[in-house]
């Protein structure tokens, strides 16, 4: 089984995946954290050395081969937003779960986890982030089969919600 978890930073895509994992007792995958292990670098530092342009081919390249492994896939914020990636995203055999946050969420966990260090955050500030997470909205909308909204729930909370909302026993 195979499920891709897309949506904007902040809305806990990393955090429910690994409990997605847990209560379904599959392996969990973070795009990120693949594209870090290929590059060899942090994304921070990849971004800096070599541009956005040069990370999102690498980015399509890692989750090439992340969408074949079985299990649940937490993507990058703006992986879905890469017309090539859509394709990608919108065909593979799993469900791709939309986790939406308002803005509010997101500014309040951005906050609380140190925003301040993401390439995104230095380059367009918080107002800047909301206004990106608003052009990206209809894109995650018409990439996901599901669309969960996090808002005021726990971990565990969303999973189940998901696991239900995909007719998934367990």
């Not at 509010?104 to 206004?131: H, K, N, W, Y």
């Amino acid at each position: 089984m195979r499920i891709t978890l897309i949506g904007f930073m902040g809305s806990g895509k990393t955090t429910v995946a690994k409990e997605l994992s847990h209560q379904l007792n599959l392996p969990q995958n973070d795009l990120d954290t693949l594209i870090e292990q290929t590059a060899g670098l942090t994304i921070p530092a990849y971004f800096e050395q070599f541009g956005e342009a040069r990370f999102r081919q690498l980015e399509q390249s890692v989750l090439t081969e992340a969408l074949s492994l079985e299990g649940i896939l937490s993507t990058g914020g703006g992986t879905p937003v890469q017309v090539s990636n859509q394709g990608l995203l919108k065909n593979q055999p799993g469900p791709v779960i939309f986790l939406d946050a308002s803005d509010q969420t997101i500014a309040s966990r951005l906050l609380a986890d140190g925003v301040t260090s993401r390439p995104l955050f230095q380059q367009l500030g918080m107002d800047g982030l909301l206004a990106l997470k608003q052009t990206r909205q209809p894109v995650y909308e018409k990439i996901a089969s599901e669309i969960i909204t996090v808002d005021g729930k726990q971990p565990a909370d969303i999973a189940k919600e998901i696991i239900h909302s995909i007719n998934v026993n367990i």
